[in-house]
């Protein structure tokens, strides 16, 4: 299982409580692809930003490849993500000042691979989506 959830719980203490995710379980697979589905509200956003290391969650426990994401430092946390997640944000959140290929390169800059690899392939991924041009 590459995503495991059990019991997970999350609230919101600004203002009067709210609880969003009571007890959500959860299992994806690799490979599989999984859509979530519920009305404006429901909680879709929270539970998406605690599968991408943007957000934590009170109780229960979340696995990721077999890691128990937990209590993890800032860095740790980036590390995973960069490493693990890619994240599609409704707002883009592309940087602005980057042009198409550098924003795609980005992450892999944080990895350390150089500037000519990097860019050749990002266009190359770029050009797997029709956006070579
Ligand atoms: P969805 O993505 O399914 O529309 P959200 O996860 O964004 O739902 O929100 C679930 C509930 O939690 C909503 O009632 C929303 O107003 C509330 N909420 C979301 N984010 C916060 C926050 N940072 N602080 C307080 N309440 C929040
Ligand atoms: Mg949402």
Do not use: W
């Amino acid at each position: 299982m590459i995503i495991e959830l059990r019991g997970i719980n999350k609230t919101y203490y600004n203002g009067a409580p709210l609880h969003v995710l009571k007890g959500i379980d959860l299992d994806i697979q690799e490979g599989e692809m999984v859509s979530i589905m519920g009305a404006s509200g429901s909680g879709k956003s929270t539970l998406l930003n605690i599968l991408g290391i943007l957000d934590t969650y009170d109780t229960g426990t979340y696995t990721l490849d077999g890691q128990l994401i937990q209590n993890l430092s800032e860095s740790r946390a980036a590390e995973l993500r960069n490493r693990m997640i890619g994240f599609i944000f409704q707002s883009f959140n592309l940087i602005t000042f980057k042009n198409a290929v550098e924003n795609v390169a980005l992450p892999l800059y944080y990895q350390g691979v150089k500037r000519k690899i990097r860019n050749a392939m990002a266009m190359e991924y770029l050009d797997m989506v029709g956006l070579a041009d």
